[in-house]
Structures are given as C-alpha cells and as structure tokens.
C-alpha cells in the first residue's frame, strides 16, 4: 500500500465483519474509520479523498468484472 490508500471500507459500507488486516512495516500514519457514520462525516468533510475513493472503488469493481467475464469465457 502507499500514501492515501485504504483497505476494510466494505465492512462499513455493507455492515459485515471486516476480512481484511494490515500490518505496517514501516512508520505510518493512519485514519481509524470504526462506524459508517464516522466515515460518511470523513468523506463530507475530505471530497478529495472521497473522489479518490469512488475512483479507486470503480476500478477494484471494473478489475472485479474482467475476471468475472474471462471465467465466463471458459
């Protein structure tokens, strides 16, 4: 991961367990998101990072869609 990357959003997004961890191996900073509402008022308050968010949701999804489509091929 680098700079301004995020991982566990679709826990809060879908209200399920969270399945992903990460471990640092060097110093960081980091946000901790624990409720959905405490991450909508993260967004509203960083458009920024929200546009990023949605963009790089876009692609996971897209990315997600190709390989779907490449199994259906088989």
């Known amino acids: 991961m680098k700079k301004g990357d995020f991982f ?3 826990a809060l997004f879908r209200a399920m367990p969270r399945t992903a961890t ?3 191996i060097l110093d960081c900073r980091l946000a901790v998101i ?3 509402q405490q ?3 993260f967004l509203v308050k960083n ?3 929200s546009a990023k968010m949605v963009r790089i949701l876009a692609d996971r999804l ?3 869609d190709e ?3 490449s199994k259906l091929e088989e």
């Open 8 to 10: 566990g959003e679709m």
């Open 47 to 49: 458009p920024d990072f």
């Open 39 to 41: 991450l909508e008022r």
């Open 22 to 24: 990460a471990k640092a």
């Open 62 to 64: 897209a990315h997600t």
């Open 67 to 69: 390989i779907l489509g």
């Open 34 to 36: 624990e409720s959905r």
